[in-house]
């Protein structure tokens, strides 16, 4: 059983920038592919970004392609999401996610976190 702990959401002006991190706990980190997901009020969970294992294959949703970067640290247990200039429209709670295959479905991952906000003002 994974636990997974989001931390880094806040509130930051459009054009900011905000680092997410996730600390896994309970499993065996590297065995998993890890993914971000978003939900805005009223709207679908919907991917943000996602990578393997290794770390060497990333995948992005358009919307946040040249904004966004997915890392992680095998070595802490920890997911990144790095978020550069900002947008309203990014406002959400983003949740962390992990599964043993991986990919922009929601469906498929097993462990989650609780989720963490992230607010952009115009």
């Known amino acids: 059983q994974v636990q997974l702990v989001e931390s880094g959401g806040g509130m930051v002006q459009a054009g900011g920038s905000l680092r997410l991190s996730c600390t896994a706990s309970?499993?065996?980190?590297?065995?998993?592919?890890m993914a971000w997901f978003r939900q805005a009020p009223g709207q679908e969970r919907e991917f943000v970004a996602g990578?393997?294992?290794?770390?060497?294959?990333?995948l992005y949703r358009d919307s946040v392609k040249g904004r966004f970067t997915i890392s992680r640290d095998n070595l802490k247990n920890q997911v990144y999401l790095q978020m550069n200039s900002l947008k309203p429209e990014d406002t959400a709670i983003y949740y962390c996610?992990?599964?043993?295959?991986?990919?922009?479905?929601?469906?498929?991952?097993?462990?989650w976190g609780q989720g963490t906000q992230v607010t952009v003002s115009s």
């Open positions: 990578l393997t294992w290794t770390g060497t294959n990333t």
């Open positions: 996610a992990a599964d043993t295959v991986g990919g922009k479905d929601a469906r498929l991952y097993d462990y």
């Open positions: 309970g499993g065996t980190f590297k065995n998993y592919a």
